[in-house]
């Protein structure tokens, strides 16, 4: 996973509340044997519609992405993470998130960043002609126009995502604990610790 | 600390914490996991993007069974046939390569001992009581029938047991459904899943791990046990469990990754004490009297949308919740059902059985048992029986039941998920009806605008053979 510190860049103003993860992946998607590519599936029937933001040469490849209320709720599908990544984004801003897809997000190095309604509504404005700054470590968003919006963010997720850890990073740091776990299992319950039988 | 007196769920948990964090989440060993071809290629992508690789592999099986179509896999030279659709055939071509290469035991679509990922782990003795068990995939919740405790992960989870063997996890609520006293002739384990999913609800079991207990788990087969712990998810549940006994270790015994000698011996000593403890309390308990358990059929686009089948469809006004009130219409609009009518009155054009529920022999042999000397009625176009691997097909034809069921005009397939999920060549044309013994019976499920009855593999069978959803006791006397 990157690290992320700084995101800065033209953000797309999305705006729209409730958008499920049926709308930012499409399921006839999810047949593929890659998280990448999907960018291409992505708000595909937003995209259909007339003067779509998403498709905008002004908005093209932006790295910050600001939607409405309960963004990415529905399936747990992180094709949805997945496709946002692959679209070039790195941060989302919103008032709300679900908590799988935040989870995802997270999971997968975006940045979701919550923010009340008029704090958003005022990206939303600047988002259509400036660049937007958001500086995670000292958790606030910024424009040219000195505006300034602090967010929350758990502790833990800031410092997996400031140095660009993931889950699964974290626990290998685990190694000498789960061989130890390994080696209990061995002496105690030796028939879990081995799936051998005639088999092997 | 542990408790003195725990569950089995409990007991399961306390021996698979590897470390505990201050907020409480564990990380958690798993003993076990299975993969399929739809949701390991981004984990395997992953792990090969960070110069990953699998921990134990050789706690690690492998096989394909979603997108497979069930028909033949080879011609008459015994040469492999090509698979028409292109994305099945990458996902699957994905597998065969991913598998070797990360060290991982792999179960090709042309063994013998192919078959249905949660048919396959009980059946060669890799799942096993007492362990934790995971796969891509909700119905995991399957292997709890042999005492596992068993569930499905995502994507970013799956290459995390990949990488680590382990999970980060928060302890679930324990949840009790206990049944005492017999079912009746004619109820089968399946119907009294669908019947615990009318009581409880699809969110009855939510944050909870489910144990089955009381006399009528006792007396079921371990065939019936995973049935029924197979469809917790639909109940809410990541997982639900029957505790491991005699019949348990009778299954198991002598299957190719069971252990043995001094290790079965050991197993057994250790599984016997995992049954829960006397004063061991549940965070919730329902209780159900197998007495009111009949046939049980589903009407609507929600697997607790269940009826008796000398029942009719209820009126959406009958529910209180006004939200419920109001899918109950959407789902009847979607069924093309109206209140009122009676379920023996619905007549089916298909009939599948078969699926990761009911495609053990037990299943095959229900089935049988019922279109013995009968014949499939002519308005239903299209039947199939496909067991759940391999293995269940060579055991139904060596006892000829594969006689009986072409006999009676239905098809008999290769193994694998089939017409469960329309992932696959099998599926259910839009408007049309089918009598399934699978565990979902969503909106579109079974292929775009099919509509769904869960049934028993006996239930399906009598409707068959009358072209209707029928009461199974009413044909065979």
């Known amino acids: 996973m990157e690290p992320i510190s700084e995101v800065s860049g033209r953000a797309i103003p999305f705006g729209r509340k409730n958008v499920d993860t049926d709308v930012i992946i499409p399921a006839h998607w999810l047949k593929t044997i890659s998280r990448e590519g999907l960018g291409e599936g992505a708000f595909e029937t937003v995209k259909k519609e007339q003067d779509s933001v998403f498709t905008d040469p002004e908005f093209a490849g932006a790295p910050i992405l600001i939607a409405g209320d309960n963004f990415g709720c529905g399936s747990s599908r992180e094709h949805a993470a997945w496709a946002l990544l692959d679209m070039g984004i790195t941060c989302v801003i919103a008032p709300s998130f679900s908590d799988i897809f935040a989870s995802n997000a997270f999971k997968n190095g975006i940045l979701t960043v919550a ?15 400036d660049p937007i700054d958001i500086d995670l470590q000292s958790q606030c968003v910024t424009t040219r126009f000195q505006d300034r919006f602090e967010f929350d963010i758990d502790p833990f997720r800031k410092h997996c995502l400031l140095n660009g850890l993931d889950e699964v990073g974290l626990t290998l740091e685990q190694g000498d604990t789960i061989k130890a776990h390994e080696r209990r299992m061995e002496t105690d319950l030796p028939f879990l610790a081995k799936a051998v039988g005639t088999a092997g | 600390m542990t408790k003195s007196a725990r569950t089995l769920y409990e007991k399961i948990w306390d021996a698979h914490i590897v470390d505990q964090r201050d907020d409480g989440t564990c990380l958690i060993y798993i003993d076990r996991h299975l993969v399929h071809e739809v949701t390991s290629p981004q984990a395997f992508e992953a792990l090969r993007l960070s110069g990953r690789t699998v921990r134990r592999p050789d706690l690690t099986l492998a096989v394909p069974d979603h997108n497979l179509p069930t028909t033949a896999r080879t011609d008459a030279n015994g040469a492999e046939l090509p698979i028409a659709d292109k994305q099945s055939a990458q996902q699957l071509a994905a597998l065969r390569t991913n598998a070797p290469s990360f060290g991982i035991r792999y179960i090709d679509a042309t063994d013998r001992e192919q078959g249905i990922v949660h048919v396959v782990g009980p059946e060669q003795g890799f799942s096993l009581p007492g362990a934790t068990i995971v796969c891509g995939d909700s119905h995991t919740a399957c292997h709890g029938g042999i005492g596992a ?13 990949l990488a ?37 609800g699809t969110a009855g079991g939510t944050g909870h791990v489910i144990e089955y207990r009381g006399k009528v788990f006792e007396d079921m087969s371990i065939e019936g046990r995973l049935t029924v712990c197979n469809m917790s998810i639909e109940g809410g549940a990541r997982a639900g469990l029957v505790a491991p006994d005699e019949k348990t270790f009778a299954y198991l015994k002598g299957r190719p990754y069971a252990p043995r000698g001094a290790d079965w011996d050991k197993a057994v000593a250790w599984w016997k004490s995992l049954a829960t403890d006397p004063g061991a309390t549940f965070d919730k308990s329902v209780v159900i009297d197998a007495a009111d358990v009949q046939p049980t059929v589903t009407w609507g686009t929600s697997p607790e949308d269940v009826a008796p089948i000398g029942s009719a469809i209820p009126a959406p006004e009958s529910y209180a919740d006004p939200s419920k009130q109001q899918a109950v219409k959407v789902s009847l609009d979607y069924m093309g059902l109206e209140p009122g009518t009676r379920l023996k009155d619905i007549a089916v054009e298909h009939i599948f059985i078969g699926s990761c529920t009911n495609s053990r022999i037990e299943d095959i042999r229900a089935a049988a048992a019922v279109l013995k000397g009968r014949k499939k009625a002519d308005s239903v176009k299209w039947a199939i029986v496909v067991p759940g691997s391999g293995l269940v097909k060579e055991q139904a034809e060596a006892e000829g039941l594969d006689k009986i069921i072409t006999e009676a005009g239905l098809e008999w397939r290769e193994p694998g998920c089939s017409a469960c999920l329309a992932m696959n060549p099998d599926k259910v044309p839009a408007g049309e009806r089918c009598a399934s013994t699978s565990n979902r019976n969503f909106t579109g499920r079974q292929g775009p605008g099919s509509r769904t009855h869960l049934v028993s593999p006996a239930m399906a069978a009598a409707a068959a053979v009358t072209g209707k959803l029928t009461d199974v006791r009413e044909l065979t006397g």
């Not at chain 2, 405790?149 to 047991?161: D, K, R, S």
């Open chain 1, 115 to 129: 923010l009340p309604q008029d704090a958003v509504d005022r990206l939303m404005e600047v988002a259509q002609t």
């Open chain 2, 149 to 161: 405790l068993a569930f499905g992960i995502g994507t970013t989870e799956l290459e995390h047991v």
């Open chain 2, 164 to 200: 680590t063997q382990t999970l980060l996890l928060k302890q679930s609520k324990t949840m009790e459904v206990r049944v005492d006293g017999e079912l009746a002739p004619g109820v089968t384990p399946k119907d009294l899943i669908l019947h615990i999913i009318g009581v409880i």
